[in-house]
């Protein structure tokens, strides 16, 4: 089961800290992936972090404000924003799997129910 928390209204240019809390197995043998579906769009992949921690950005617009990591002691992956964007306003998703980050054709196998993200003045 995995449950993200996190989310909530920010200004523009404010920052958050998404958790995204496995229970049940140890996240340590997982890949964890980062969501996020903007209003009228469909889902995107944004982030990706492996078992190892190496972690890949799939959006350009993100790669330089957006921070994914992992704590396996705490069974749990963060996603921290900082400047964030109206554009950025979205439900955001974790995801695991024991999938490569790479392997983008293999569907992720667990999900959250996502955390709404609003940045507005």
């Known amino acids: 089961q995995l449950e993200e928390s996190g989310g909530g209204l920010v200004q523009p240019g404010g920052s958050l800290r998404l958790s995204c809390a496995q229970s049940?197995?140890?996240?340590?043998?997982?890949?964890i992936g980062w969501f996020r579906q903007a209003p009228g769009k469909e889902r995107e992949e944004i982030s990706c972090?492996?078992?190892?921690?190496?972690?890949?950005y799939f959006v350009d617009s993100i790669k330089e404000r957006f921070t994914m990591s992992r704590d396996d002691v705490e069974n749990t992956g963060y996603l921290q924003m900082t400047s964030l964007k109206p554009e950025d306003t979205a439900v955001y998703f974790c995801?695991?799997?024991?999938?490569?980050?790479?392997?983008?054709?293999?569907?992720?196998?667990?999900w959250g129910q996502g955390t709404q993200v609003t940045v507005s003045s």
């Open positions: 995801a695991t799997d024991f999938k490569l980050c790479s392997d983008r054709s293999r569907k992720w196998a667990y």
């Open positions: 972090i492996s078992k190892s921690g190496d972690v890949t």
């Open positions: 049940g197995f140890p996240v340590e043998h997982f890949a």
